[in-house]
């Protein structure tokens, strides 16, 4: 590695490096709540007092995807704090800032924002913690680079292609071309990168003066087949990769032998897994860059809160412990009590010669205890620390590895043999809902659907809060797979429209491009579904409002009016002498209301109407549907003439039948225009329950 001199100049630049910050992690913790906030603005300490040019982040600045009102204000104060001021920006960008910041309102560096005064600019792209989501694809650093405290580069929002275009610096004599690209998911980028989809533009001028410096947030060890980014698929021109989501602290750069350039992985700057990873001394780096040369200084974080993790193997100690001794669990006890002492003793030491760090240390104890020993409580064990160590409901993990028995002239099928993840390795969901259904009986496999389609899906409903995600792809795939065929014109036999679906899915199981653009445009539906909701919700809301005030100022007497405004409760007080009605009539009232309620309540609030369908429909039934649309119309005209102003007897009882009878042919003809309405504009398949798919859970709702 070629090395700069120390010494400061006007050619030098001077870049803090950092990522996985993680602010936000454990915040309600009453002991390590405020860690991450501490150890962030000891990052940005150092970036005041080395007067650096600019701060790097690799991704995760954020924990969660949607982080409270406190992380964001802690984040904000902060940044303001160490990242205003009048010291002059040294360097100047020479790249179109219309294209590297093409997403954003304002397309262009902050500290070149005449409303702004910025000292040391933060560059930063997104990780898979804080990516952006929703229907407008937004994430917690837009809001900080709408604030103008911070530049969000490297984001891409296209499937088929990707160009990543740099940031090009320059400072005196040397020029920086600064390429990023924000969490993508692993094995979207991986295909990506095999199908050559993937470019890293290079200036046109003087391309070999430049110092191209790649930051990228992904998967770097191994950890499935496709579930990792190679080193080997990035660009060999590059000179230095910043390598952001690994929490393993390597930030000394070290060269590719095939490639031939460095990477540096500076780790995470808080403890969010308790694996040995994780226990690695945290650092922060200090890059100099003059020309090509470039020296990678280390700077220790010194509030990171200590972590100690030690392994136990109690089978390794038989003349300590031996599983038929009936006295063998208290002794296994006091071994643990003994070796956390050690641990704690050992935490204690460092910390006295460095007093900025927190009191209470992290301590892991892993206990393998396969070979007959049972294990003790651990709740018991922990509340013997409950003072002394920042994770006293953690400080215990029992394992066991499998036994492996010596077995001859046999073959086993190790493709059948499933290991059990190590600790601190993550479980993708996506995968866990592939696995469920490759392993599942026939029965229950997935007919329509395919398991990546499905696994994305249930993934935005876990990770990104999207409620509607699953049903949007449900709907989306039925709605494709029926256009498939009636263009194939199939006649409506099951047998043979089940062999066509089962060729149609395995034929989109094969073209996984075109899957992916399915799964991203049912996830656009679903956002945009969600948006819509909001606003129809915020004004109904408000009209509700107005329709109180106004029935507040309206004539008591009118007993229309008061049978409506019960309509829309549940009518509790009801008259004793009508309980010994006809049940039957009474269960169809009841669905008539809904009905009604729902009719009368689009025709006041100049909503779309909903069709209330007879029955479930299978897919079968759907496919013959399309055949008579006609007739269907026709039958759905007809079950949205029927008019029930609330006609539990209980309510109507109370009511003069003069004044129904003069207002019912009013909210008839009413009631008419609105299902007029909505069967003109031929809308199929707009009831959930027409949705064969649909959870009896969210159908008894819609009822």
């Known amino acids: 590695m070629s090395t700069v001199n120390s010494q400061d100049d006007e050619d030098t630049f ?14 309600k913790d009453p002991v390590r709540g405020n860690d991450t906030f501490v150890t962030f603005n000891e990052i940005l300490d150092h970036a005041q007092k080395n007067e650096v040019d600019f701060i790097l982040l690799g991704g995760d600045l954020f924990h969660d995807n949607k982080p409270s009102r406190k992380t964001v204000h802690s984040c904000l104060e902060s940044l303001r704090k160490y990242c205003m001021g009048d010291r002059p920006v040294q360097f100047e960008i020479l790249s179109d800032q219309a294209v590297n910041f093409h997403y954003s309102k304002f397309p262009w560096v902050n500290y070149q924002d005449e409303n702004l005064n910025i000292s040391i600019p933060v560059f930063s792209i997104h990780g898979n913690h804080d990516d952006p989501t929703g229907a407008d694809s937004l994430c917690a650093l837009d809001i900080l680079s709408c604030a103008g405290l911070l530049n969000h580069f490297g984001r891409s929002t296209s499937v088929e292609k990707i160009d990543i275009s740099p940031i090009l610096l320059r400072k005196g004599r040397t020029k920086i071309a600064l390429y990023g690209l924000g969490a993508i998911p692993d094995e979207r980028l991986y295909r990506m990168f095999v199908n050559k989809q993937v470019t890293m533009l290079r200036p046109k001028e003087d391309e070999d003066s430049w110092f191209n410096l790649f930051v990228i947030h ?66 922060i780096g200090l890059l100099h860059v003059k ?25 390794d100690h038989p003349d300590l412990f031996h599983p038929d001794n009936p006295n063998v669990t208290q002794a296994v006890q006091a071994f643990c009590m003994e070796k956390v002492e ?30 007959g020993f049972e294990p003790f409580s651990v709740h018991r064990f922990s509340q013997k620390y409950m003072h002394r160590v920042a994770n006293p409901k953690d400080i215990i993990h029992f394992f066991r590895h499998r036994e492996q ?16 993840p190590a600790e601190g390795t993550t479980l993708r969901v996506e995968d866990l809902v592939k696995q469920y259904f490759q392993t599942a009986e026939k029965k229950v496999q997935l007919s329509l659907l395919t398991e990546r389609g499905m696994g994305e899906a249930v993934q935005e409903f876990v990770d990104k809060e999207e409620k509607d995600a699953i049903e949007e792809l449900v709907k989306f795939q039925l709605e494709k797979t029926q256009r498939f065929l009636k263009e194939r014109r199939t006649d409506a036999v099951e047998e043979k429209i089940d062999e066509e679906v089962r060729k149609f899915r395995e034929s989109r199981k094969k073209n996984t491009e075109e899957e992916d653009k399915e799964v991203r445009e049912a996830m656009i539906r679903a956002r945009a579904h969600r948006s819509e909701g909001d606003a129809l919700v915020a004004a109904s809301s408000d009209e509700d409002s107005m329709d109180i005030e106004r029935m507040g100022t309206s004539n008591p007497s009118d007993g229309l009016s008061s049978t409506l405004s019960r309509g829309r409760g549940r009518a509790r007080g009801r008259a004793r002498g009508a309980r010994g009605q006809n049940s039957t009539a009474r269960g169809s009232s009841r669905r008539g209301r809904g009905t009604t309620s729902q009719e009368s309540a689009s025709g006041s609030r100049s ?70 309405s909505q069967a003109s504009r031929g809308i199929e398949y707009e009831s959930d329950e027409d949705d064969p798919f649909m959870s009896p859970a969210t159908s008894r709702r819609a009822k």
Request: include cysteine.
């Open 14 to 27: 001077k870049i803090l490096v950092a990522t996985d910050i993680h602010l936000g992690y454990l915040e």
């Open 218 to 283: 992904q998967n770097r060890s191994k950890h499935g087949a496709t579930n990792y980014i190679p080193e080997q698929f990035l660009d060999d021109f590059i000179n230095l990769v910043v390598w952001g989501h690994e929490h393993e602290c390597k930030i000394a750069p070290f060269q590719n032998e095939q490639q031939r350039f460095y990477v540096s992985q500076p780790g995470s700057s808080v403890v969010t897994s308790l694996s040995p990873g994780e226990a690695v001394k945290k650092h």
């Open 291 to 315: 020309g090509k040369k470039m020296k990678m200084e280390k700077i220790a974080l010194e509030t990171v809160r200590t972590f100690h993790i030690e392994d136990i193997v109690l089978a």
């Open 342 to 371: 050690l641990m704690l003793d050992t935490a204690e030491r460092e910390r006295l010669g460095n007093p900025r760090q927190p009191e209470k240390p992290i301590i892991r104890l892993r206990v393998d205890y396969a070979g």
């Open 405 to 420: 028995k010596e077995k001859k002239d046999i073959d086993l099928n190790f493709g059948k043999l499933v290991s059990r």
């Open 607 to 676: 909503s779309k109407p909903v069709s209330v369908p007879g029955k479930n429909m299978s897919i079968l039934d759907v496919f013959r549907s399309s055949k008579t649309d006609h007739s269907s119309n026709s039958f759905q005209s007809y079950s949205e003439d029927i008019i029930d102003i609330d006609s539990d007897p209980e309510d109507t009882s109370f009511v003069p039948s003069s004044k129904i009878n003069q207002r019912l042919p009013a909210m008839s003809s009413h009631s008419k225009r609105g299902s007029q």
